[in-house]
């Protein structure tokens, strides 16, 4: 049985290896788009759902995240919200989000997560009725976004926030890097039976050129190595230098930078 008012999420690649996600709210007929990676694009797949855009919600200010802001700005004349702390960074941005912030689409609860890292002002959105979670480059399956403008010790604060969330949460994550991200984590989490199983499918997926995402909590706690840099193996494989919970994670994610 399908409820006609549950929130309808539709997700498409775009550019090299980013993913579109527009999510539509059937009773308010509010739409979100959740960044912009490739305005063309997304104006396609709103028009072949009849779908109006009413929100931009951006996650960060990289030109793959919020590139499109004006051109669907212009056409559609909907709103942006993005992080505050990035104002200036975000084209046409008119709604300034902090942590704990909730906005809605229809009676749906979309709630502001801070988490910096990869940016010094990236955001992530939790839908709590749907235990969904649009991660843009924070959380990879099998990954975590490169720290372009924070440290290790705001991105593992970052990660925890997320680990916090319940474990069914489903999670769309903005790039396609999950096969590269297991080929890394093979490399310092081995024997990990759930990696393997999860190898085995993704490239069966990504062989039939379908995604590997959305992910979800539970699976990314049992392979991701940035969730889980104290597993024996883990900490094994990096040796007996780094002994604490946060150098070790600084430790994987320089290895996964040189990988
Ligand atoms: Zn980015």
Redesign the pocket.
Same mark, same amino acid.
């Given at each position: 049985m399908t409820d006609k008012n549950a929130l309808q999420i539709h997700m498409f690649p775009c550019l090299s290896d980013n993913y579109g996600f527009l999510v539509h709210d059937p009773a308010s007929r509010q739409t979100a788009s959740i960044d912009t990676p490739d305005a063309d694009v997304i104006s396609r797949e709103l028009e072949a759902r009849n779908w109006q855009l009413t929100h931009i919600l951006n996650t +960060?200010h +990289?030109f &793959? %995240?919020a590139g499109g802001n004006l051109q669907l700005k212009e056409h559609y004349a909907c709103r942006i919200y993005g992080p505050a702390h990035d104002a200036e960074r975000i084209p046409g941005m008119d709604i300034r989000l902090k942590e704990g912030d909730i906005l809605t689409l229809g009676a749906h609860e979309i709630r502001v997560m801070e988490t910096p890292g %990869?940016?010094s002002g990236h955001i992530v959105y939790y839908l709590p009725q749907q235990r969904i979670l649009f991660a843009g &480059?924070t959380l990879f399956s099998v990954g975590c976004?490169r720290l372009f403008e924070g440290t290790p010790a705001q991105m593992w604060d970052s990660l925890g926030k997320i680990m916090a969330l319940p474990e069914d949460t489903t999670i769309y994550c903005a790039h396609e890097y999950t096969l590269n991200n297991i080929e890394f984590a093979r490399s310092i989490d081995r024997n990990n039976k759930d990696l393997e199983r999860y190898y085995q499918e993704a490239r069966q997926l990504r062989s039939e050129n379908r995604p590997t995402l959305p992910t979800t909590l539970s699976l990314e706690l049992r392979v991701n190595p940035f969730l889980r840099p104290d597993a024996p193996a883990i900490a094994e494989t990096l040796g007996a230098g780094d002994s604490e919970t946060l150098a070790r994670f600084a430790e994987i994610r320089r290895r996964k930078d040189r990988f």
């Open positions: +960060h +990289h &793959d %995240h %990869h940016t &480059d976004g």
